[in-house]
């Protein structure tokens, strides 16, 4: 099993739409839990964390299952500007060294008008 | 106000020419990391300083190397650069100690002749 597994995607989806992205992750020992977001050719850049109870930032909610070793980020009334990649991004790695982060491969969502 | 620095943004080296990539940060994190992603892929950790504690990652190939002179700079060497090193190399910071966010530079794209 893959330590963080990411729907594949693509995602084309028009504006407004809701979209939701799905991630588990391999390592029960994990404390911590991201969603980065990469557009294309740039850096990958900090969209949120995520939180044992789930939490909210503006469209964007994040949600966490431990017991089922569960992420998923869901994107309501979607805008042109949400096109990009969304990496599902876990703490503790293979080898201990609880500040590493393992990433997932991505999905990319593109927004269409 | 960048944060997170690299120089230079795109490099273009031959096939076997040593090669420097450069990373400077403003946030005084105990944590630097080297990434390298490649199309369509997750980044890959090479490996990471924590403070002056070089840490490699067990499939980083000996070609790749890593110096960490003070706090605010790290760099990453390449000695051999093959074909197959072309990729977007990626500096992150954190603070350590484990469950934070890491903060990305814009990356280096290198290319290989």
């Known amino acids: 099993r893959k330590e963080v597994e990411q729907d594949p995607g693509p995602f084309n989806v028009p504006e407004g739409a809701t979209v939701a992205f799905n991630c588990t992750y391999s390592n029960s020992a994990s404390q911590s839990f991201f969603w980065y977001r990469q557009d294309c050719r740039k850096e990958p850049k900090l969209l949120m964390s995520?939180?044992?109870s789930g939490n909210e930032d503006g469209r964007f909610t994040a949600q966490l299952n431990r017991a089922s070793q569960y992420i998923s980020l869901l994107i309501r009334d979607s805008k042109l500007s949400d096109s990009a990649t969304y990496l599902c991004v876990v703490n503790g790695g293979s080898g201990g060294s609880n500040y590493k982060l393992t990433f997932g491969k991505g999905t990319l969502l593109t927004v269409n008008p | 106000d960048a944060m997170v620095i690299q120089n230079p943004r795109y490099q273009v080296t031959q096939f076997g020419k040593p090669v420097t990539l450069s990373c400077s940060q403003t946030l005084n994190h105990n944590v630097m990391y080297w990434y390298q992603q490649k199309s369509s892929q997750a980044p890959k950790l090479l490996f990471h300083y924590y403070d002056k504690d070089f840490n490699n990652e067990a499939d980083t190939p000996d070609n790749f190397q890593s110096r960490r002179p003070n706090t605010s700079f790290c760099f990453l060497d390449i000695r051999s650069p093959g074909l197959g090193d072309a990729a977007m190399y990626l500096c992150a910071t954190s603070r350590g100690g484990g469950r934070e966010t890491q903060y990305f530079g814009p990356g280096t794209r290198l290319l290989v002749l």
């Open positions: 995520v939180y044992s």
